[in-house]
């Protein structure tokens, strides 16, 4: 079955450093990967999303992940970390090639001013 | 991209007692589906509501507890019936079209006390 594991639940990162934050996936077809948001108290925002076609994608605010196969990975960075960036990321993976998603634990990311 | 509103958005209700989250979608989706995101913990499954037919339900979600309906394209609704404390949760709606990405509604968050 399709699922995702993400690595440390509560990230820590410095203004203005990089943040990194860790998916591996497990999928017996070509998956499809995306990494949400949530803010405090709202839904999930799609931050970006891996459907087979360029391997380093682009998302909103900054961020990008870079799919790798060998790896079974689609890490998701953002250079230089801002304040508003503080919230929860999961990585999800589509099951069976479906819509229907399974999400990682999730990382609460901390920004330290 | 859709955007999706649910109602209500918080409520606190009774053991025993059942309540109704409405979802409306405004565009004509293809999917729709139902999460639970328990406190502090990530988003599972519960079911895909179906267009005019049965939602098809999770491995651990029934249709007695979470009844769930899906009129037409833009709208469905969630039941969470004889509540307990263990059903305090944020429920979420979200709607899929034919790129695979899914939009979250806000959720709704439930207290049973």
């Known amino acids: 079955a399709q699922s995702v594991t993400q690595l440390g639940s509560h990230v820590s990162v410095s203004e203005g450093a990089l943040v990194l934050l860790r998916c591996n996936y497990s999928s017996s077809v070509p998956p499809y990967l995306f990494w949400y948001v949530q803010y405090p108290n709202q839904g999930l925002q799609l931050l970006l999303k891996y459907t087979s076609a360029a391997t380093l994608v682009k998302g909103i605010n900054g961020f990008e992940a870079e799919f790798k196969k060998s790896e079974t990975s689609f890490h998701l960075t953002k250079p230089s970390a801002h304040m508003s960036d503080a919230a929860e990321y999961f990585c999800a993976v589509s099951v069976e090639g479906n819509n229907r998603l399974a999400f990682g634990k999730g990382n609460q990311v901390v920004v330290i001013p | 991209s859709a955007v999706i509103s649910q109602k209500p958005s918080r409520d606190i209700c009774q053991r025993g007692t059942s309540l109704t989250i409405q979802c409306q979608v405004d565009s004509q989706v293809t999917m729709m589906f139902w999460y639970r995101q328990q406190p502090g913990q990530s988003l599972t499954l519960i079911a895909t509501?179906?267009?005019?037919?049965?939602?098809?339900?999770e491995s651990g979600f029934v249709i007695d507890k979470f009844p769930i309906s899906r009129p037409n394209l833009t709208f469905s609704t969630l039941t969470v019936s004889n509540m307990s404390p263990e059903d305090s949760s944020i429920y979420l709606c979200?709607?899929?079209?034919?790129?695979?990405?899914?939009?979250f509604g806000p959720g709704t968050r439930l207290t049973v006390t």
């Open positions: 979200s709607a899929a079209g034919v790129t695979y990405e899914q939009y």
């Open positions: 509501a179906n267009q005019g037919s049965e939602a098809t339900y």
